[in-house]
């Protein structure tokens, strides 16, 4: 599976994989979003995140969200 990669404009600061390039699954109450890449199907997930997980939640609800930690 192809995941595209978004980022929401709004002060949230979140991140969203999604399956749809367009990403318009994803929430609109957290947007604007916008494209900010795509991971190959046979390409590793950024930040070490679990790619099995974020496809699972792709299937069930069209996309995933996540938020980077603050650096300390």
Do not use: C
């Amino acid at each position: 599976m192809k995941i595209w990669t978004f980022a929401s404009d709004a002060p949230s600061r979140l991140l969203a994989f999604s399956g749809d390039r367009t990403g318009s699954s994803l929430p609109e109450r957290h947007g604007p979003w916008k494209s900010v890449g795509e991971i190959g199907p046979n390409e590793k997930v950024q930040h070490g995140l679990d790619r099995k997980q974020i496809e699972q939640a792709i299937q069930e609800h069209g996309y995933q969200m996540w938020r980077m930690k603050e650096a300390s």
